[in-house]
């Protein structure tokens, strides 16, 4: 059976759900992250991956165009509502991670979420947040040794925390029967292997 690219209500509820329940998550992880970040400078990386989750758990159960972007967007902006430290740029944040994850899901035509595309997915996500932080002038402050460090420990926390957490997650949850209505469980009783 061909999956439909046409988001319907019950994928875009599931995704803004999703969502806003990782922007509480978010909320909650940033007193870690700079606890960490005190400890050791740049600490704080090693969890960073978290913020990526959004947009890869959503795209991965409901696998269309646009569902990444949408989670992405819909948690930044509950993060946002939370009482985001860094305010309104988790907008321009969530937009660029959802970009980025999106473009990696497109490239397998939204039709392959192993293991490999869920770490690029997360990957992705951490590559665009650097880059927003390149042209924002963040990341130009650092040394080149703590930049690559930062670098590096954001991008492996992306793959880790936003893609393959998210498959591990989502993959639980399918085995409980309540994503039975989703494209995750209807490709997965098409290619069982």
Same mark, same amino acid.
């Given at each position: 059976?061909?999956?439909?690219?046409? +988001?319907?209500?019950?994928?875009? $509820?599931?995704? +803004? *759900?999703?969502?806003?329940?990782?922007?509480?998550?978010?909320?909650?992880?940033?007193?870690?992250?700079?606890?960490?970040?005190? +400890? !050791?400078?740049?600490?704080?990386?090693?969890?960073?991956?978290?913020?990526?989750?959004?947009?890869?758990?959503?795209?991965? @159960?409901?696998?269309?165009?646009?569902?990444? %972007? *949408?989670?992405?967007?819909?948690?930044?902006?509950?993060?946002?509502?939370?009482?985001?430290?860094?305010?309104?740029?988790?907008?321009?944040?969530?937009?660029? =991670?959802?970009?980025?994850?999106? %473009?990696? !899901?497109?490239?397998?035509?939204? =039709?392959?979420?192993?293991?490999?595309?869920?770490?690029?997915?997360?990957?992705?996500?951490?590559?665009?947040?650097?880059? !927003?932080?390149?042209?924002?002038?963040? %990341?130009?402050?650092?040394?080149?040794?703590? $930049?690559?460090?930062?670098?590096?420990?954001?991008?492996?926390?992306?793959?880790?925390?936003?893609?393959? %957490?998210?498959? @591990? @997650?989502?993959?639980?949850?399918?085995?409980?029967?309540?994503?039975?209505?989703?494209?995750?469980?209807? =490709?997965? $009783?098409?290619?069982?292997?």
């Amino acid at each position: 059976m061909k999956n439909s690219y046409v +988001v319907n209500f019950r994928e875009i $509820m599931i995704t +803004v *759900i999703l969502a806003v329940l990782c922007g509480f998550i978010y909320i909650a992880w940033a007193p870690l992250y700079y606890l960490l970040d005190g +400890v !050791f400078p740049g600490g704080g990386e090693i969890i960073y991956g978290t913020w990526f989750i959004a947009g890869p758990l959503a795209a991965y @159960i409901v696998r269309k165009p646009g569902v990444a %972007l *949408i989670a992405e967007m819909a948690a930044a902006s509950g993060e946002l509502f939370m009482g985001s430290p860094w305010g309104l740029q988790v907008l321009l944040y969530g937009l660029a =991670q959802g970009v980025a994850t999106e %473009l990696i !899901f497109a490239l397998f035509r939204y =039709q392959k979420f192993n293991v490999s595309t869920m770490l690029l997915g997360g990957a992705a996500a951490a590559a665009a947040s650097l880059l !927003f932080e390149g042209l924002t002038g963040g %990341l130009a402050e650092l040394a080149t040794g703590p $930049m690559i460090a930062k670098i590096a420990m954001r991008t492996i926390s992306g793959a880790i925390l936003g893609g393959l %957490l998210a498959k @591990i @997650i989502v993959d639980l949850l399918a085995k409980t029967g309540v994503l039975n209505n989703y494209a995750i469980i209807r =490709q997965k $009783m098409e290619n069982p292997f």
